[in-house]
């Protein structure tokens, strides 16, 4: 009777374990497709959570136009997404490094969130050259140096610190930003010319 009842306990507690792996946290391809279909960015960023350890081939296209959508909530929402997802990344990483080189502001930003969102130091030499670019919008400017803070690696620093002297002043901020945020001793030198900066 005992062995029964400990065989019982365990049985139940190892199905109690396995139910959240399949069914707990209530994904279903119907329910991300309908927030997508909402444009909302707080209902699409809540399913893509919900969903962000389910294979789900046919979420794959759908989530991927997400990575382009006009919310950078949605954006990084997607970016994490597919930071799950080793071989729909590489290609993602691939295509958002040739973005950077070319002529889209817009590509190019929404291409610095998802690589800053991946956090892999294999960007920054793309995300550096979009950085210093003057033919790319502010805030396309913006999102690489944003970017290179978020990977936080050191060999980010020359491009991080050029963007402290950057014409417009919301890539100056995003760059000191970015410079607080690298790994690693620095003295602060950099910082000290914008404390005269003209915008306050």
Same mark, same amino acid.
Request: with cysteine.
């Given at each position: 009777?005992?062995?029964?009842?400990?065989?019982?306990?365990?049985?139940?507690?190892?199905?109690?374990?396995?139910?959240?792996?399949?069914?707990?946290?209530?994904?279903?391809?119907?329910?991300?497709?309908?927030?997508?279909?909402?444009?909302?960015?707080?209902?699409?960023?809540?399913?893509?959570?919900?969903?962000?350890?389910?294979?789900?081939?046919?979420?794959?296209?759908?989530?991927?136009?997400?990575?382009?959508?006009?919310?950078?909530?949605?954006?990084?929402?997607?970016?994490?997404?597919?930071?799950?997802?080793?071989?729909?990344?590489?290609?993602?990483?691939?295509? /958002?490094?040739?973005?950077?080189?070319?002529?889209?502001? #817009?590509? *190019?930003?929404? +291409?610095?969130? =998802? %690589?800053?969102?991946? &956090?892999?130091?294999?960007?920054?030499?793309?995300?550096?050259?979009?950085?210093?670019?003057?033919?790319?919008?502010?805030?396309?400017?913006?999102?690489?140096?944003?970017?290179?803070?978020?990977?936080?690696?050191?060999?980010?620093?020359?491009?991080?610190?050029? /963007?402290?002297?950057?014409?417009?002043?919301?890539?100056? #901020?995003? *760059?000191?930003? +970015?410079?607080? =945020? %690298?790994?690693?001793? &620095?003295?602060?030198?950099?910082?000290?010319?914008?404390?005269?900066?003209?915008?306050?």
């Amino acid at each position: 009777m005992r062995k029964a009842i400990v065989l019982s306990t365990v049985v139940a507690t190892l199905l109690g374990g396995a139910a959240p792996l399949f069914a707990g946290r209530g994904f279903s391809y119907s329910r991300l497709m309908s927030a997508i279909a909402s444009n909302d960015g707080d209902v699409i960023a809540s399913e893509l959570e919900v969903a962000e350890f389910f294979m789900c081939g046919a979420c794959i296209q759908p989530v991927r136009n997400l990575l382009d959508h006009d919310d950078y909530r949605v954006r990084e929402a997607a970016a994490w997404w597919f930071a799950t997802r080793p071989m729909q990344r590489k290609d993602i990483r691939e295509v /958002a490094i040739a973005r950077l080189y070319a002529n889209d502001s #817009v590509a *190019a930003r929404n +291409a610095a969130d =998802a %690589l800053g969102t991946f &956090r892999h130091p294999d960007a920054i030499s793309a995300l550096s050259f979009a950085a210093g670019r003057s033919d790319l919008s502010a805030e396309a400017r913006v999102a690489a140096v944003k970017a290179l803070g978020l990977i936080g690696n050191g060999s980010a620093e020359s491009a991080i610190v050029g /963007a402290l002297g950057a014409p417009d002043g919301a890539v100056r #901020v995003e *760059a000191l930003g +970015a410079y607080l =945020a %690298l790994r690693g001793s &620095r003295d602060g030198s950099p910082l000290v010319g914008l404390l005269g900066d003209p915008d306050v």
